[in-house]
């Protein structure tokens, strides 16, 4: 009779667990990942709340890593979709890109800073170090504390393409690793100056005019803002019929219309 007892706990914890591995299988085969551009997350994570409401059946795995990150795991097929806030270049583009929306990249600076406006070449001599004191640029006598983002970054990539053009960052910038981290330096820092997603300017920074034109949708539409560049989704194989179900729910209109409110460029309408 033990042996009996015995046997029947086994055959139903085998039953278990086989139930778990099949549930197991299920979650994998419905779990869509997508990694990189940590200025494309936040914003990918949005669009994933609102379609995982409307599709409770499937699980969107947003993770960060930077563009660079994300474009290595779709070449090597270890994430469904990538994500990148800069051009693909050389083998790169051999990876299929999706622009999902277009984004500006905002200068930045403390609000109590009272510049209004830069020009492109005066954020690239700050940047570069040839512009090392805010006095030079009609405010105070202290030293500018330039904030960059770290290599490998998609903001940093657009920013180096459309600011910097060929010219290097000096090595004596402060590095952080997201948006929202530059964003906090100079909010907390009268001196400093940063660049990042327009998506995420909020009223602890100031948006500064480069070339006397400020960040905008309008003024991104009408092509008068010149520092700008795509969120990308990227894909290596035919995408599996979840991943590619997300990626038409970003590119609708409600998807679409989700990005506008966020502050970015949708790419139509």
Known sequence: MGRKLLGLVLLAS???????????????????????STSVMPFTEKLAEHFMVERPGTFIDVQGGGSSAGIQATMNGTVAIGMSSRELKGKE?????????????????NPKNPLSGLTTAQVRDIYSGKIRNWKE??????????????????????????????????????????????????????????????????????????????????????KRYGIVRPFLYLTSKT???????????????????????????????
């Open 14 to 36: 085998l039953t278990v667990c086989s139930s778990c591995g099949f549930f197991a299988k299920g979650h994998r085969e419905k779990t869509v990942t997508i990694a990189g």
């Open 137 to 222: 640029l009609g405010w105070i006598d202290r030293d500018i504390n330039a904030v960059t983002r770290e290599e490998g970054s998609g903001t940093r990539g657009a920013f180096e393409d459309l600011v910097m053009r060929n010219v290097l960052i000096d090595d004596s910038v402060m590095v952080q690793d997201s948006n929202g981290a530059v964003r906090e330096v100079v909010g907390n820092d009268p001196y400093a100056v940063g660049y990042i997603s327009l998506g995420i300017v909020d009223p602890r920074v100031k948006t500064l005019f480069i070339d006397g034109v400020l960040p905008s949708i309008q003024n991104v539409r009408a």
């Open 239 to 269: 995408p599996s019929p979840q991943a590619q179900a997300f990626i038409d729910f970003v590119l609708s209109d409600q998807g679409q219309a989700i990005l506008r409110k966020e502050g970015l460029i949708p790419i139509h309408g």
């Open 93 to 109: 583009k051999s990876l299929h890109a999706i622009a999902i929306c277009h984004d500006a990249i905002a200068v930045i600076v």
